[in-house]
Each structure stands twice: as structure tokens, then as C-alpha cells.
Nanobody, 127 residues
Framework: QVQLVESGGGLVQAGGSLRLSCAAS????????MAWFRQAPGKEREFVAA????????RYADSVKGRFTISRDNAKNTVYLQMNSLEPEDTAVYYC????????????????????WGPGTQVTVSS
């Protein structure tokens, strides 16, 4: 069983930056594709970014492309989401997720592809 815990959320003004972290325990983190999703009040959970198990390939939602960067440190069992040029529309609870299909090549963007989830961290961007 894999446990995920997000941190780094908070309140920031529009145009500001935050870096989210997701620490994993249990399982074999270095073999799992990882992703970030977010859910705003009254909306469905949506894909934000994902990274291959090796870190060699990433994928982003169009809404965050060029502003957000996903990365991972397999030695620290941690995945990160650097968020720059934040907008009020980025306000949401951000979730870290792990795909237990070890060494999967194709990056998945559907939340149904991910098996383990953290409790989430709130990001609020004020205008």
C-alpha cells in the first residue's frame, strides 16, 4: 500500500508562485508514474500534470502549460509541482496520485488510471 501526503499549499496573490510536494511511503515509488490533479468547489477533479516513472517525460493540461512544472526525486520518494504565474482560476484542492502500473510508458491523464491518492492541499490565489 502506498501512502501519499501533499504539502506546500497556501494563500498567494495572483502572479505569485508556490511549490507543492508529495511525499510517498510504501510501495516502490521509483517505478510509479505520478500525477497532480485539482478540484475546485463545485467542479470535477481535473488533470494538471503527470510524470513518467523515470522522470524523463511529462504531460500538462493546456491551462497550466508554461506556468507549472512537475518533477520528481526518486531518491527522496517525492514528486513536486512548481506553480508560477498563479491565477485566481488555479484556486483548488491539489491532489497527488500514483499509478501502480509499474514502469508504464504512456502517461495517463484520467483520474481512473491512478490507484493511490493523497488527502490534498488547498491552494488559494487571490486577485
Amino acid at each position: 500500500q502506498v501512502q501519499l501526503v501533499e504539502s506546500g499549499g497556501g494563500l498567494v496573490q495572483a502572479g505569485g508562485s508556490l511549490r507543492l510536494s508529495c511525499a510517498a511511503s510504501g510501495g516502490t515509488f521509483s517505478s510509479y508514474p505520478m500525477a497532480w490533479f485539482r478540484q475546485a468547489p463545485g467542479k470535477e477533479r481535473e488533470f494538471v500534470a503527470a510524470i513518467r516513472w523515470s522522470g524523463g517525460s511529462t504531460r500538462y493540461a493546456d491551462s497550466v502549460k508554461g506556468r507549472f512544472t512537475i518533477s520528481r526525486d526518486n531518491a527522496k520518494n517525492t514528486v513536486y509541482l512548481q506553480m508560477n504565474s498563479l491565477e485566481p482560476e488555479d484556486t483548488a484542492v491539489y491532489y497527488c496520485a500514483a499509478d501502480k502500473s509499474a514502469y508504464r510508458v504512456a502517461i495517463q491523464t484520467s483520474n481512473t488510471a491512478y490507484d493511490y491518492w493523497g488527502p490534498g492541499t488547498q491552494v488559494t490565489v487571490s486577485s
